[in-house]
């Protein structure tokens, strides 16, 4: 296991995953005084909730965690039961 902290750091900035990440938490809300809640339309693009889709670049990481903890804990049906839950929510909360 790696513990040099440079060396880590080093890693996550060449990997591309901090671009990712600063990506999905750009305050996207913003863009709310160009694209007004139901302003949705034919005539009208992007729709408000496009603003939001960004959010969903957090997915892969989530399930990355999720198969490297269920893989260790002790429980592993109620670490699923959880894991379940836990996607639906992060989804309906787009």
């Excluded at 160009?34 to 960004?54: E, F, Q």
């Excluded at 399930?63 to 429980?75: G, K, L, Q, V």
Aim: hydrophobic content about 45%; proline content about 6%.
């Amino acid at each position: 296991m790696v513990r040099d902290s440079a060396m880590l750091r080093q890693h996550y900035i060449r990997s591309g995953l901090m671009i990712i990440e600063i990506l999905s938490v750009i305050p996207t809300d913003i863009l709310y005084y160009w694209w007004r809640p139901g302003s949705c339309g034919h005539d009208c693009l992007p729709c408000p909730v496009i603003l939001r889709l960004n959010r969903l670049l957090h997915i892969p990481r989530m399930w990355e965690w999720f198969d490297r903890t269920e893989a260790a804990t002790s429980y592993p049906n109620a670490f699923r039961i959880w894991k379940v839950r836990n996607t639906t929510t992060t989804l309906v909360d787009l």
